[in-house]
């Protein structure tokens, strides 16, 4: 059943971008250098997320996230939650740039983690990836809400993926960041307990 308004961490919609062979993941590995380091053990499944969110003061608001998910329907995976570093410009939100060259922080992160069997979620954090929206740089609980309702959202999606595209997540939840995203990750650690 549906609610009439809706709840931080509902799935608005979902876009698929692609599917990532091994071999084309190993050859990228390849040129930034990253072969062998964990080599990959399933394609996988790129998609981009909308999803609601508690905004300042209670109000709902619209986040958006990347997620990689390994091409194994019958497995449940731990689900990976990458806090990217510093960014200014909306257009480097990893929904928008996906798993490419334009991003490598998050093309490396995407090709050791979602093919070695972690569900690899990229949440833009609250204002990223719109032009319109102002991101509150180290504001402690815009990070939990925006990884706990990413979270909330990408569960959502397993039900709604089914056949060759369906996935399976385990109750193991890794979080990880770099830079503003370690600052993110201690906030969501903090929030999620």
Known sequence: SSSATPDPGDLIDY??????????????????????????????????????????????????????????????????????????????????????FSNVEILSIGFLSAPSGYITIFPDYEGMGDPNKFHPYHIKDSYTRSVANMLRAVKELSVLLTGEEGFQYNEQVFLLGYSEGGYATLAAQCGLE
């Open 15 to 100: 876009n698929y971008q692609e599917m990532i062979p091994i071999s084309t993941i190993e050859s990228a590995l390849s040129i930034i250098g990253l072969e062998g380091l964990l080599p990959p053990i399933y394609s996988i499944m790129i998609y981009d997320i909308h999803f609601e969110s508690q905004g300042h003061e209670n109000t709902i608001d619209t986040l958006t996230g990347l997620v990689a998910i390994p091409k194994f329907s019958t497995q449940a995976f731990p689900i990976l939650s990458y806090h990217h570093g510093t960014t200014s410009l909306d257009d480097e939100a990893p929904s928008i740039t996906g798993l490419g």
